[in-house]
């Protein structure tokens, strides 16, 4: 199973992106994706989750700002990401379970 986080980009404050994690490989169903953050020299965080394609759950950095969603005809998820401030400038993953390897990553800065 391979995670591909893609989306990310240069935006200006304000601005909004839309993350996308691509699932491949052989793998059961995903009944939760957490969507994750690592500013340079900070540790990684937990922003978002989905659970079930539905319930969603949101770090208060983000809350109100950020929505995670998922395609149900195919294992891609989503993390729409609006009102964009320059300390939302870091890496973002998608990952689930204990034992998958951790994706590249996307990279997002906000900066005028």
């Known amino acids: 199973v391979q995670l591909v986080e893609s989306g990310g980009g240069l935006v200006q404050p304000g601005g909004s992106l839309r993350l996308s994690c691509m699932v491949s490989g052989d793998s059961p169903y995903i009944s939760r994706m957490d969507w994750y953050r690592q500013a340079p020299g900070k540790q990684r965080e937990l922003i978002a989750s989905?659970?079930?394609?539905?319930?969603?759950n949101y770090a208060d950095s983000v809350k109100g700002r950020f929505t995670a969603s998922k395609d149900n005809h195919n294992d891609t998820f989503y993390l729409l990401m609006t009102s964009l401030k320059p300390e939302d400038t870091a890496t973002y993953y998608c990952?689930?379970?204990?034992?998958?390897?951790w994706g590249q990553g996307t990279q997002v800065t906000v900066s005028s």
């Open positions: 989905i659970i079930n394609g539905g319930e969603t």
């Open positions: 990952h689930y379970g204990a034992k998958i390897p």
